[in-house]
C-alpha cells in the first residue's frame, strides 16, 4: 500500500510562487507514473502535471511555462515549483500516483492513478 504525504500549501499574492512537495512511502518513485491534480469548488478535478519513471514530463496547457514538476528519488519526493501564480491557479491539489502499469496515453485522466494525497489547499489573492 502506497501512502502519498503532501506538504507546502498555503496562501500567495498573484505572481508569487510556491513548492508543492509529495512524499511517498517505501520509495519506488522511479517505478511510477506520478502526477499533480487541482480542484477548485464547483468544478472537476483536473491534471496539472505529471513525470514519468524515466523523467519525461507533461503539463496542462495552462500551466506551461509557470509550473515545473521534479522528483528527488533519494527522498522519494515529487514537488511541483509554481511560478507566477494567478488567481485561477487557486484550487486544492492532490498529489497522485498509480501502480506501475498505467500508460502514457492516459496520464492525464485522474483514473490512471491508484493513490492520492489528502490534497493541499493553494490560495493566490491579494
Known amino acids: 500500500q502506497v501512502q502519498l504525504v503532501e506538504s507546502g500549501g498555503g496562501l500567495v499574492q498573484p505572481g508569487g510562487s510556491l513548492r508543492l512537495s509529495c512524499t511517498t512511502s517505501?520509495?519506488?518513485?522511479?517505478?511510477?507514473?506520478m502526477g499533480w491534480f487541482r480542484q477548485a469548488p464547483g468544478r472537476e478535478r483536473e491534471f496539472v502535471a505529471c513525470?514519468?519513471?524515466?523523467?519525461?514530463?507533461s503539463y496542462a496547457d495552462s500551466v506551461k511555462g509557470r509550473f515545473t514538476i521534479s522528483r528527488d528519488s533519494a527522498k522519494s519526493t515529487v514537488y511541483l515549483q509554481m511560478d507566477t501564480l494567478k488567481p485561477e491557479d487557486t484550487a486544492v491539489y492532490y498529489c497522485?500516483?498509480?501502480?506501475?502499469?498505467?500508460?502514457?496515453?492516459?496520464?492525464?485522466?485522474?483514473?490512471?492513478?491508484?493513490?492520492w494525497g489528502q490534497g493541499n489547499q493553494v490560495t493566490v489573492s491579494s
Open positions: 517505501g520509495g519506488t518513485l522511479t517505478s511510477r507514473l
Open positions: 497522485a500516483a498509480d501502480r506501475g502499469t498505467a500508460i502514457w496515453s492516459s496520464r492525464y485522466e485522474a483514473s490512471t492513478y491508484d493513490y
Open positions: 513525470i514519468r519513471r524515466d523523467r519525461a514530463t
